[in-house]
C-alpha cells in the first residue's frame, strides 16, 4: 500500500533561514507527488506537484521540490524563508489506488 | 465567489443533533471529495463523487451521510456522533476523478461534538 512519511513534525528557522522539509513515501512505481500547504485557518494550498519528466519542481511561493527515485524522497526547499510562510506543509501521493494519501505534515515556525 | 467554500466555518453540536454541512465549488469541477482532519493523523478521505455518484465511501460509519444533489454542492450530514468526531471536516473538488487531477481544498469547518 501506498504511504507518505514526514518525519518533522515541528521545524523552526529564522526568517531568511533556508528551509528543507523532508518527505519520503512507499510505492513500487513512479509515484505522482504533492506538496500542499495549509495556513491557520485555511484549506489546503496546492503548492507543486510532480508527475514525471524533470525531477526539480518549482512551486509557487518559491518553493521547489526535487523528486529522487533512489532515497524514495520527495523534499521541499524554499532558498530564504518569509515569516508569511509559517504553516503547516503535507506531502502526498497519488498511486495506484488514485486516492490522494497524506503524511501527517509538518509544522513551520518562523522567527523573526 | 470563487474557489471552494463551506458553512458553517465553527460548529458545536450534541450528541443527539442532527446538523449538516456544505460544500460549494465555483471551479466547474466534476469531481467532489469530503477529508477528516484529525490531531496528529494524516488527512483521511471519506467519501467521493465523480458526476454526482459516490464511487467511494472510505469505511466511515453511518452517522456521516454525504449527498450531492449536483456537481457543484455536496452535503455532509450528521446525526448521533460521538466526541472522536470532533475535526476539521474538509471538502475538495478537482477536475475529474483522475489521479492526475489536482485537488482544490475548501477552508473547512472545524466540529466539536459534546
Known amino acids: 500500500a501506498q504511504s507518505v512519511t514526514q518525519p518533522d513534525i515541528h521545524i523552526t528557522v529564522s526568517e531568511g533561514a533556508s528551509l528543507e522539509l523532508r518527505c519520503n513515501y512507499s510505492y513500487g512505481a513512479t509515484p505522482y507527488l504533492f506538496w500542499y500547504v495549509q495556513s491557520p485557518g485555511q484549506g489546503l494550498q496546492l503548492l507543486l506537484k510532480y508527475f514525471s519528466g524533470d525531477t526539480l519542481v518549482q512551486g509557487i511561493k518559491g518553493f521547489e521540490a526535487e523528486f529522487k527515485r533512489s532515497q524514495s524522497s520527495f523534499n521541499l526547499r524554499k532558498p530564504s524563508v518569509h515569516w508569511s510562510d509559517a504553516a503547516e506543509y503535507f506531502c502526498?501521493?497519488?498511486?495506484?489506488?488514485?486516492?490522494?494519501?497524506f503524511g501527517t505534515g509538518t509544522r513551520l515556525q518562523v522567527f523573526p | 465567489e470563487t474557489g471552494v467554500t463551506q458553512t458553517p466555518r465553527h460548529l458545536v453540536m450534541g450528541m443527539t443533533n442532527k446538523k449538516s454541512l456544505k460544500c460549494e465549488q465555483h471551479l466547474g469541477h466534476n469531481a467532489m471529495y469530503w477529508y477528516k482532519q484529525s490531531a496528529k493523523k494524516p488527512l483521511e478521505l471519506m467519501f467521493v463523487?465523480?458526476?454526482?455518484?459516490?464511487?467511494e465511501n472510505n469505511s466511515v460509519p453511518s452517522r456521516f451521510s454525504p449527498e450531492c444533489p449536483n456537481s457543484s454542492h455536496l452535503f455532509l450530514h450528521l446525526h448521533t456522533l460521538q466526541p472522536e468526531d470532533s475535526a476539521l471536516y474538509l471538502c475538495a473538488s478537482s477536475q475529474g476523478g483522475r489521479r492526475t487531477d489536482t485537488q482544490y481544498f475548501g477552508p473547512g469547518t472545524r466540529l466539536t461534538v459534546l
Open positions: 502526498a501521493v497519488v498511486g495506484n489506488t488514485d486516492k490522494l494519501i
Open positions: 463523487y465523480s458526476l454526482e455518484e459516490r464511487v
